[in-house]
């Protein structure tokens, strides 16, 4: 609303006879032609002040009709008073009709922004608009109120507007209505530009934040934005973050490089750009001159940032103070929206550590002595970075000797924090099932036991959940023991450390060497020594049940369980199943059938004849699945043509196949 009075009216006309159709067709038909041909005026260059003196002339006049009504006539008579073609519509469209921009400059409204003496100013919605707008000439403005000079149209009936008021002034909050845009003359008046630098005020080498005079914000870059993202102002909190930092490095012909503490991106105009309003960003240092400021003293303690390539500056966007005001360049003008200060900021300085990842071991037994692994801080600087801290911290206490939880301080750069591990009571004691635990420890992995793994054992040999055999088996199939990869003769010599307490004989170890060289898997030669009497009282010492471990067939040999699972891709196209692998296997191990009875059983099984292959698939299986090849063409077209010939040749192409020295390289690559 108006701040001095509130006034019913209308802008632009309504008619409600038919002569209103005719001259809303009229109107639409002049703002058309006009969109399309602007008259070639002579453009008349005015001051400013040139501008403030004809408002001034006109106000308590009635404007110039110029076939048209309301607050469009003034603004109308305002065009030719700068020698502007005069364009048609209501007041809201003036928001997106032709202007010359040779005399004029359309500029979108923004939350902030403050129009100069003189422009004008273009509501798409006031109250009682009757949804014509409006559109007025700026007197004087500030950050609460504008004073404009208008004019409107009278009322001549009910509902019923027509010719125009004489100019007056009025005062209008920026909530009066919606504003889309001012229209703002280029006035001759403004002087012109300083001429282009050729050097820079001295500035010492180090990292200052930019303080925008308008605001007292910082400039700031997007910590985690991408590279051309624009900069903004923003407020600090209390010391310049790092994204408010910037590295100031003079260059050799007298220009700046500037970079980000944080992203170490450069300050930089946006495709070096020399229009008006063109956007600063932040991108990769390229040494282009695009990224060279030449810094100006603005006086007071202010500068002006102006890129090597052209001779404008570096401003906030219409002099707006609000966090996210954009940052730009513009012809040098002066005004505060394009001084920057320099701040030395505080001295980066640790404000706070705080746990960033906990250590991988929260679960202790007392005694126990603190594992650090995997703990790491978060350093955090009054800059607002962070540091990921993994080392160079002490921590109290490191041995547990409570039940219960107990509290870790973590202690770095005089800065501390905490975290919290759970203790619990170690197993009573040695007892001899922890001193058989020990002993696996101590035997196969060659250390000595960690309390967790002391305890896990201990609890499930003294619970029966294991026998001896079990507990020793997974010691000798652990990880931790199969990435030591021992010869045969160094496992053989820890089997029988292991299982019979003594170092083995020359005779046993030169059997088990030999049975190993037949392929016996690892896992059947350890079952082998747990199921000796030898094993058998060393568990009964402890206290411990003996027990034993199974084996599946397909654990017995590798090379016998490799060949088998061969045959299940080559003939049937698919992994072995459990079952097939083990009944397979023991027919070789336990039952001595050959590889030749075991690949013609493949073959002659349901479900590879379910296949139903043709000629040609048949002979390329064979090939595949028995010589380990595909089928030479010459050795395909016979075989094909011989089975053509009669069904019965697959039989003999089966036989030749098994009875083949490449069929039994094969067999030999699997230890057959």
């Not at 600063?280 to 003293?297: L, M």
């Not at 507990?471 to 820890?494: G, H, P, R």
């Not at 196949?657 to 057959?672: K, R, T, V, Y």
Request: hydrophobic letters at 35%.
């Amino acid at each position: 609303m108006k701040l001095d009075t509130v006034i019913t009216y209308r802008k632009g006309y309504v008619l409600k006879t038919k002569m209103r159709k005719v001259l809303s067709l009229i109107l639409m038909l002049t703002v058309v032609f006009s969109a399309i041909i602007l008259n070639p005026s002579t453009v008349m260059a005015k001051t400013q002040q040139d501008a403030l003196d004809w408002i001034n002339n006109m106000e308590g006049k009635v404007p110039s009709a110029d076939g048209s009504s309301g607050c469009v006539a003034l603004i109308r008579n305002y065009y030719t008073f700068f020698g502007a073609a005069v364009v048609s519509g209501n007041g809201k469209d003036y928001a997106t009709n032709p202007i010359n921009t040779a005399i004029f400059t359309r500029v979108t409204y923004k939350s902030g922004m403050i129009p100069r003496p003189g422009d004008i100013i273009v509501w798409s919605y006031i109250p009682n608009d009757h949804g014509l707008g409006h559109v007025a000439i700026v007197v004087s403005a500030d950050s609460s109120k504008i004073t404009v000079l208008e004019s409107i149209s009278e009322q001549t009936g009910p509902d019923q507007y027509w010719g125009t008021s004489k100019a007056r002034k009025n005062n209008y909050s920026y909530s009066s209505g919606t504003i889309a845009c001012f229209i703002q003359p280029k006035f001759d008046s403004t002087p012109p530009p300083p001429a282009m630098p050729t050097t820079s005020v001295s500035i010492a080498n180090g990292v200052y934040a930019i303080q925008h005079k308008g605001s007292g914000k910082y400039i700031t870059s997007y910590q985690n934005g991408n590279s051309g993202d624009q900069l903004y102002i923003y407020s600090d909190a209390g010391s310049p973050y790092a994204d408010q930092r910037y590295n100031f490095e003079r260059l050799s012909d007298n220009t700046y490089k500037i970079t980000c503490v944080f992203n170490s991106r450069a300050i930089d105009v946006k495709g070096i750009a020399a229009d008006n309003r063109t956007p600063v960003i932040q991108a990769p240092y390229n040494g282009g001159d695009n990224q060279r400021w030449y810094i100006v003293d603005a006086g007071g303690g202010y500068y002006e940032f102006v890129p090597k390539y052209v001779n404008k500056a570096m401003e906030i966007d219409g002099n707006m103070t609000a966090d996210g005001a954009k940052v730009q360049i513009n012809e040098r003008n002066g005004t505060d929206a394009q001084k920057f200060k320099l701040i030395i900021p505080p001295a980066v300085a640790l404000s706070s550590i705080r746990i960033e990842t906990n250590p991988a071991k929260m679960t202790y037994y007392t005694n126990e002595t603190l594992d650090t692994t995997g703990l790491s801080l978060a350093a955090i600087y009054n800059d607002g970075t962070k540091k990921i801290v993994t080392d160079g911290y002490a921590c109290s206490p490191t041995t547990f000797t409570t039940v219960g939880s107990q509290q870790i301080t973590v202690t770095y750069s005089n800065k501390t924090t905490t975290f919290t591990v759970e203790v619990k009571e170690s197993p009573k004691g040695l007892t001899p099932i922890g001193q058989f635990v020990t002993r696996l420890y101590q035997n196969v992995l060659g250390r000595a036991p960690d309390a967790a793994g002391l305890n896990y054992w201990y609890d499930n040999l003294a619970s029966h959940a294991l026998t001896g055999a079990q507990a020793t088996a997974n010691f000798f199939l652990c990880s931790e023991f199969i990435n030591k990869n021992v010869d045969d003769t160094t496992l053989l010599t820890i089997l029988y450390k292991t299982c019979m307490n003594r170092n083995p004989d020359d005779a046993g170890l030169a059997y088990w060497k030999g049975i190993m060289a037949k392929g016996w898997s690892r896992k059947y030669i350890l079952n082998q020594f747990m199921i000796s009497n030898e094993f058998k009282s060393i568990c009964a010492s402890y206290g411990i049940i003996p027990g034993s471990i199974t084996l599946r067939n397909s654990e017995l040999k590798p090379g016998v369980t490799a060949f088998v699972s061969r045959l299940f891709t080559t003939f049937m196209n698919r992994t072995a199943d459990s079952a097939g692998l083990d009944y397979w296997t023991g027919q070789i191990i336990l039952k001595g059938l050959s590889p030749k009875t075991i690949a013609t059983s493949f073959v002659n099984s349901a479900e590879f004849q379910s296949k139903n292959l043709g000629n040609v698939q048949y002979v390329t299986s064979l090939y595949n699945g028995l010589l380990g090849r595909a089928p030479d063409t010459a050795g395909l077209n016979y075989w094909v043509g011989q089975i053509n010939a009669n069904p019965a040749a697959r039989k003999t192409l089966l036989n030749q196949f098994l009875a083949s020295s490449e069929f039994a390289g094969i067999c030999a690559g699997f230890g057959l």
